[in-house]
């Protein structure tokens, strides 16, 4: 089974509209077709953007932390330093989670930082992909559309 770290850019966009292939990672996972990973600094500062940018959907949010069985991992201080060499301080703390939990995808919607910069895919071995793109494997390994 696919393990995705997910990041507060993908949670957000989960939490604030009911379409999307944000929203469609949480409807695989609550099926049982990913197991999605992330840090209680993402739910953190999900929690945070939605409070000032869209209030509306935090009863999304809270039902998604609710009911998707995430797994939470924690990276140590050293790990997110040795990271902050080659990535965006902000993004450390995230990108050194997703190493840490050995998954398969670091799945986000952060172009800037994360998705199109080969660097920091390179240098941490991830694999860092959109939301469509991961859902595009999901739908490959399960045969669903």
Same mark, same amino acid.
């Given at each position: 089974?696919? #393990?995705?770290?997910?990041?507060?850019?993908?949670?957000?966009?989960?939490?604030?509209?009911?379409?999307?292939?944000? *929203?469609?990672?949480?409807?695989?996972?609550?099926?049982?077709?990913?197991?999605?990973?992330?840090?209680?600094?993402?739910?953190?500062?999900?929690?945070?953007?939605?409070?000032?940018?869209?209030?509306?959907?935090?009863?999304?949010?809270?039902?998604?932390?609710?009911?998707?069985?995430?797994?939470?991992?924690?990276?140590?201080?050293?790990?997110?330093?040795?990271?902050?060499?080659?990535?965006?301080?902000?993004?450390?703390?995230?990108?050194?989670?997703?190493? #840490?939990? +050995?998954?398969?995808?670091?799945?986000?919607?952060? *172009?800037?930082?994360?998705?199109?910069?080969? +660097?920091?895919?390179? #240098?941490?071995?991830?694999?860092?992909?959109?939301?469509? +793109?991961?859902?595009?494997?999901?739908?490959?390994?399960?045969?669903?559309?």
């Amino acid at each position: 089974m696919i #393990r995705a770290f997910i990041d507060a850019s993908v949670l957000f966009a989960a939490s604030y509209s009911s379409t999307g292939a944000s *929203r469609e990672i949480i409807r695989q996972a609550l099926r049982g077709n990913v197991t999605l990973v992330t840090s209680k600094l993402v739910f953190e500062e999900t929690t945070e953007n939605l409070s000032t940018k869209a209030p509306e959907a935090l009863a999304s949010l809270k039902q998604f932390l609710g009911t998707v069985p995430f797994e939470l991992v924690r990276p140590t201080k050293r790990q997110v330093l040795q990271v902050a060499s080659y990535t965006a301080l902000k993004d450390a703390p995230i990108v050194a989670a997703a190493k #840490r939990a +050995e998954v398969d995808y670091l799945v986000s919607l952060d *172009r800037h930082h994360l998705v199109s910069v080969p +660097e920091v895919a390179q #240098r941490s071995g991830l694999k860092i992909i959109l939301p469509k +793109e991961l859902l595009e494997e999901i739908r490959r390994q399960t045969g669903n559309d």
